[in-house]
């Protein structure tokens, strides 16, 4: 057993609590104690603020090679789209592997502990799957591990390149036969101690209702998680009421898709009566404020479905920047703006979308707090930067969330092991392994 005093700890509630002396043994967190005036005999201090490890819930790491690179253009989501296609079409399991091990790197120095990886380039290119058809996930799974985090491998069904319409180009690689070959494919994937596995329906344009049907109850036998996107932009909506006369909310309520396990991604354009079926089904809504600026996809309607019934988490989505701190703030900053009135959400609501939330939504209840028998994934702020020197113990929740960054994380545990110190991975050199992967993985 090692014992660690806490400075402040942040244990969910509305502010940091002083003096926590944590007890960790084996993977897990054996005892929390408040308090304590200092450190017991043989505790490590940990100065600052302790919280959970934050959770990323929503993730295609792939896309972290094209930060910097879309931002000069013109046009929309669907022009943006056009260039990722570009880079999908250019991976291969080794290319996917330094990639994804280089962007949970830069995550674990942001302070994120878990990840949700919405893995959807599946097979070579053409289409033609790999002599393992799994192995593009297995290159996810991989870098996820020498990383050093956890994650939640949420494999994408996949099968049309828009409603009724056949996969064309880098769209080949994302899809499977049918939907019984794409359940017969993630059938045989393995979690770990560290990973586990998760299913999602990329999106109503992807995946037609009757396979919608088939992954839902798929999912739900296994007792897995199911994500989709939902609602990311108008012409989404637009499409299925043409097609179905249904939203994709209502398309994916009537195949049963709507419980306690279901995570609508985005759901930027929902109508009222989907926000009472996702609040009545008590499903989650994953956020992703910086890539829905990033591709114009609008504001959310965060505090109505918070209203409605909806628990919420955050994801970095197309890692055009990780920092779930920037996340949690955006989505009370954009509610502003959208609504004219501040303090929709308290800070500790918005620390709880990037920690439990995000836990629960990838199926990890144990993870995202801290509390005994909790997994001991911890990450370690500091208060001593330009953007938070002379925070006192009573606002150091508020200044975290609302001015704090990914730069301010000193230390990060996972499982008990330190994988951040310093401001350090202690596994690999993050930036050169960001640089190597994402110079050798040019677009197409």
Known sequence: MTAYWCDLAWLGGEAAEPGVLIEVEGDRISSVRLGRPGPPPGAQTLPGLVLPGLVNAHSHAFQRALRGRTENSAGTFWTWRDQMYALASSLDPEGCFALARATFGEMALAGITLVGEFHYVHHGRGGVPYADANEMARSVLAAAAEAGVRLTLIDACYLEGGIGRPPEGAQRRFCDRDVEAWASRVEVLRGSGT?????????????????????????????????????????????????????????????????????????????????????????????????????????????????????????????????????????????????????????????????????????????????????????????????????????????????????????????????????????????????EAVASRRPA
Not at 294 to 303: H, K, N, Q, R, S
Not at 359 to 369: D, I
């Open 195 to 435: 990973a586990r596995i998760a299913a999602a329906i990329h999106s109503l344009r992807a995946v037609p209702p009757a396979a919608v049907r088939v992954v839902a109850a798929w999912a739900a036998a296994k007792g897995l998680p199911l994500h989709a996107h939902v609602s990311e932009q108008p012409a989404e909506n637009e499409a299925c009421r043409a097609a179905y006369g249904r939203t994709p909310t209502q398309l994916l309520a009537e195949a049963g898709a709507l419980t306690g396990a279901f995570t609508a991604v985005h759901a930027t354009h929902l109508e009222p009566a989907d926000l009472t079926r996702l609040g009545a089904a008590g499903s989650t809504a994953c956020l992703c404020p910086t890539t829905e600026r990033d591709l114009a996809d609008g504001i959310g309607p965060t505090m109505a479905l918070r209203d409605a019934g909806c628990r919420l988490s955050l994801g970095s989505d197309s890692n055009a920047f990780i920092d779930l701190f920037e996340e949690a703030r955006a989505v009370e900053l954009d509610e502003r703006l959208a609504s004219n009135r501040r303090g929709g959400h308290r800070p500790s609501a918005l620390l709880r979308a990037a920690t439990t939330g995000g836990a629960e939504s990838l199926g990890w209840p144990e993870a995202g707090r801290i509390a005994a028998g909790a997994l001991a994934d911890l990450a370690v702020v500091g208060l001593d930067s330009v953007r938070l020197a002379g925070t006192d113990a009573g606002h150091a929740l508020d200044a975290v969330t609302f001015a704090g960054a990914a730069a301010d994380v000193r230390a990060v545990m996972v499982g008990g092991r330190w994988i951040v110190r310093d401001g350090r991975h202690t596994g690999f050199d993050v930036p050169l392994a960001l640089a």
